[in-house]
């Protein structure tokens, strides 16, 4: 572009950006390394992550351009991840393990940033956090229903609870150690512990129980919600918790978008959603798949990933009615707003119906 500083930017419509997304994908595919796995460009830009990059644009393309699912753009999901698969990815069994830092098969494309508030953004404040004297930030927390969704005892996620691999898992006082940190992985609910077994306390002095139900959206207590830890600051044997690999891509997702393509196209996917399900330990087959099903399972898979929302959208989930909320809400909530800052430095953005 060789306009000066006193043009305002052109504001593309969403179909002009998918173009221009698309073609640049597809210009710079065949420059770029193949990025197979246990080679040291996962980290970058290579084949591998344009081909996920163009299985994600064009199954979300009726999103973007309008109108119906096409047969020729889903046919075109499949075809980048199969091209994916040819490059030596597939589904990684040892789910926690899949987000340490060493190589697998899964990762496709990984950020060199800190995954250390990964870690801390939901731990309650005096849960154990080696190399961070500043403790957990109590942030976030999930709901009772998502919680719900997978297979275990209802009310318990400690060892032998018959939890899914993918729920995990919460050490008590027998299996606490300086391995594990008193720390579990996935759901934390109930009881918490240190490395040493003793019971965790709150801040006022209480064990620290952590709650499955939240009362409301708002007003909740310290210790009200269930915890998710899936990056654990214990990295294959050694305490790393501020670790530089954060994955953004990885290969049972590019399954489960080949999946949704075919199931698009109307074929049956019930076995391939089977045979990602298969490599989680205690994690029975489905009998049948939906739209439905699959958005539940995306879910399951990828839930911390960053894909929830592009997913809800997709499959018109959004502004559904869930748990706490009660009523639909505004379509138009489906984009965000634009930034006032945006809107007054060029003139030519408009802002978003109903903002």
Do not use: C
């Not at 393990?97 to 098969?105: A, C, L, P, T, V």
């Not at 995954?115 to 976030?140: E, Q, V």
């Amino acid at each position: 572009m060789d306009e000066g500083p006193e043009v305002n930017p052109r504001v593309l419509t969403r179909s002009e950006a998918f173009s221009f997304v698309e073609s640049d994908l597809l210009a710079a595919l065949p420059g770029l390394p193949d990025g197979s796995p246990g080679t040291a460009n996962t980290g970058t830009a290579t084949k591998a992550a344009a081909n996920f990059l163009l299985a994600k644009i064009y199954l979300n393309s009726h999103i973007y351009n309008g109108g119906a699912v096409e047969d020729a753009n889903m046919q075109k999901v499949i075809d980048a991840v199969d091209d994916i698969a040819a490059l030596g990815f597939g589904i990684e069994t040892g789910y926690f393990q899949i987000f340490e830092s060493s190589d697998d098969n899964e990762t496709i494309f990984y950020l060199n940033s800190d995954i250390g508030a990964r870690i801390w953004n939901s731990m309650h404040y005096n849960m154990n956090s080696p190399d961070n004297t500043g403790g957990g930030w109590n942030g976030f927390s999930t709901l009772a229903e998502f919680y719900d969704s997978f297979e275990g005892d209802p009310n318990s996620n400690y060892v032998g609870d018959g939890q899914e691999e993918r729920r995990g898992w919460v050490p008590d006082a027998s299996n606490a150690d300086n391995v594990n940190l008193g720390l579990g992985y996935g759901f934390l609910i109930n009881q918490q512990y240190n490395e040493d077994g003793t019971k965790l306390k709150n801040r006022q002095g209480g064990d620290l129980i952590l709650k499955k139900e939240l009362t409301s959206l708002v007003g909740n207590g310290e210790a009200d919600g269930i915890r998710i830890l899936k990056y654990h600051p214990n990295d294959g044997g050694e305490i790393n918790s501020f670790r530089k690999h954060q994955i953004l891509f990885r290969y049972s997702d590019a399954h489960l978008m080949k999946a949704e393509a075919m199931m698009r196209m109307g074929e049956d996917i019930t076995s391939m959603v089977n045979e990602l399900r298969q490599a989680r330990t205690n994690t029975p087959d489905l009998s049948n798949v939906t739209e439905d099903v699959l958005l539940a399972e995306r879910g399951r898979e990828l839930y911390i990933e960053f894909w929830r929302r592009n997913d809800l959208v997709r499959f018109d989930k959004f502004t559904a009615p869930w748990g706490l909320k009660e009523v639909s809400g505004d379509p138009n909530l489906n984009l965000f707003p634009i930034p006032e800052t945006a809107l007054l430095s060029n003139p030519n953005l408009v802002q978003n119906p109903g903002y």
